[in-house]
């Protein structure tokens, strides 16, 4: 295995060192190399050896008085420690890019989670999560020189790992200070109960869980509501939870664990508990979870400096001058040269300021002259959509609606082949439609968060093309705003 005639007799040397409760850390040799795949670790809870991966920091030899803050990273089901640095994932570039850019060096520990899930057995035949707490983590803080402490210890993983990424983090808010899961391998109840086929879902959740052989309401005992995120975000439970900074994200393209994440934010959002959420595109693959630590990591640094708020977004906006035309409208140059193909984009609002219409309006055209296309400004709280007439001829009509706009949009979807929302209020009754684009966008503290994920499972049941976005909500309300609409634009035409 690659490193490992090099490495092996450096952790082997680092495990037997008899080190003492000053975590007192022999360093490695001279031909020290960042990344070890096999480090060995026994474990008498679990009585076997093992082995974990690990990322050091470049300057672990050339600064030998640093200590280092550390972050757990747990991989997917069927997956291996190794895992976290294959091609998919490529943990350590990812890293060295990021530090390149400022991030501050930590330690990355990889354990081996086996199909655990990261917990205790039901049955109490396999007690992962007593080896983790009572065995690793001290193993790791006398044999590394980590900053041993909850304020400088954080934790995520990817789907099984998003899974032992929360749990760990729930049930030992003593141990880490900052959580954050990827693509959280968890199923709503209804997903729970009918998920099959039953010899699968045994060997996944109920031998772990309980209730092998059943399916429906049986499958919910209770030892699977006691590691179950849906039942844990409680009003009894937030003192403890809250010590937690979390943070989760998922791609828009799962085949069904968005439906999860989606629902545990609403229910968090519900309950007052703060957190970050992210929805963005992608599946269930490296490719999503390599971009994700591009926010994760640098999250995990602020919470280790003691940072209360978290304002990274990767979309700014760029708002150009520009020029309406008489009747507050903005044709492009291509649609004033009568090139076919025109798309009449209505974009409705419920009264926001002019000189904010005029922003967004140079946010959705700028660079796109050579489109040809006219922008319908409608303010709804001076007169109804019907009501609304324009001179302007399009075979091709675009509806953006913001906040409680959206309510008519909607209910007048018919007119439209691209509906775009972001952060709308919906009716209480809507079908989507199948020859129709969604969109659906707000930030993690949007106000109708609950129905734009209602919206995106609506269109996800009735395999309606769309697009979901949760991103980051910074700094004040109206540049939040106007990044909002640097995510839209892409998907006008």
Known sequence: MKNNL????????????????????????????????????????????????????????????????????????????????????????????????GLEEMIYIFPQGFRTYYVNRYDGKYPYMDYFVKELVPYVDKTYRTIADRNHRAITGYSMGGFGAWILAAKHPELFGASAPLSISMRTDQQYMTEGPQSGWDYQWGRIFGASGLSGAARLTDYYKENCPFYQFTPENKAQLSRVRWFFTCGDNEPQLLIGSDSLHVIMRDAGYDHEYRVTDGGHDGTFWRSALREVLPFFSSCFAGQTAWNMTFQTPSVPEITLEADGAFASKAFKEGKDGASAIWLCHNGLPASRVKEIISILQRGRDQRSFVILPCDLSVKPLGEWKWSYEAPKQVAIAIGDAGKAVMEASSRF??????????????????????????????????EMGDLYKACKRADVPFEYRVRNAVLDEGTSLLTGFEYLRQFIF
Request: aromatic letters at 10%; charged letters at 20%; one cysteine or more.
């Open 417 to 450: 082949d691209r509906l775009l929302f972001e952060d709308a209020a919906l009716p209480e009754q809507y079908t989507v439609r199948g020859d129709a684009f969604y969109y659906i966008g707000l930030t993690d503290t949007g106000v109708h968060y609950r």
């Open 6 to 101: 090099l490495l092996l007799s450096c952790f082997l040397l680092l495990s037997s060192c008899g080190c003492s409760n000053q975590n007192q850390a022999v360093l490695p040799p001279a031909h020290f190399l960042r990344y070890a795949d096999a480090v060995p670790v026994r474990s008498e809870i679990l009585g076997q050896e093992h082995s974990m991966a690990v990322l050091l920091p470049e300057s672990y030899v050339s600064e030998p008085g640093k200590r280092y803050p550390v972050v757990y990273c747990l991989h997917g089901l069927g997956d291996e420690p190794t895992s976290w640095n294959d091609q998919w994932l490529a943990i350590e570039s990812t890293v060295k890019g990021l530090e390149a850019n």
